[in-house]
């Protein structure tokens, strides 16, 4: 079973992925609980679609760091992706550290780089997917820790969130209930 290939069996992902281009925010790209799910679900012998609450675009724009400078692109997504009737959530991951640690708690976060960077720091390895339109039509698979843990279905918590094994514990057991092949391993 190919990432890729169960992400764009839901339609969903697909419009949104044709059409992401045309929201112009750099580095752009579909990521987390649609794609991972997908792949999950088609392994189950689930609906790809079946579960997935929202859709997240991560996009990078150190450019302005401003509130309303992400506000006009995610004002831009939702008129984009209006008539596909889900719910879309934009971030400018050069934004992040602004707003993390008042909105989830813990210590300082960092300035992240990168799109990827953001993509890196979710809480479960696994889960740390996106999918990033090429100039060329092509699709950049976006997984910082490789995809065996996803494929495999082992939940370990990221370098990065090991300060946070409660969340990471409260989304591990979130996921086997539904996916109850998948492992939770925090010894390394």
């Keep these: 079973m190919d990432l890729t290939a169960a992400a764009l069996g839901n339609p969903i992902n697909r419009k949104i992925l044709e059409r ?4 112009g925010a750099p580095n752009a790209c579909l990521v987390a609980g649609s794609v991972y799910q997908a792949f999950w679900n088609a392994l189950s012998d689930r609906p790809v679609a079946e579960g997935v609450k ?5 996009y990078f724009d150190a450019s302005d760091l401003s509130y309303e400078a992400e506000d006009v692109v995610v004002r831009k997504a939702a008129a984009l992706f209006a008539d596909l009737d889900v719910l879309v959530d934009v971030k400018n991951q050069a934004r992040v550290h602004l707003w993390y ?8 976060y960092p300035p992240l780089l990168c799109v ?7 809480l479960v390895r696994s889960t740390c997917i996106g999918l990033m339109p090429q100039v060329d039509g092509t699709l950049r698979l976006i997984a910082p820790y490789g995809t065996a843990e996803t494929r ?11 300060d946070d094994l409660t969340r990471f514990r409260e989304k591990a057991h979130s996921y086997v209930a539904r996916w109850p092949w998948l492992k939770i391993i925090e010894d390394e």
Excluded: N, V
Excluded at 54 to 58: G, K, L, T
Excluded at 101 to 108: A, L
Excluded at 116 to 122: A, C, Q, V, Y
């Design 152 to 162: 495999q279905g082992e939940l370990r918590p990221t370098a990065f969130r090991r």
């Design 101 to 108: 640690q008042k909105r989830f708690g813990g210590g300082d």
């Design 54 to 58: 929202d859709y997240d675009i991560f």
């Design 116 to 122: 990827e960077d953001g993509i890196s720091h979710f």
């Design 20 to 23: 992401l281009p045309m929201l």
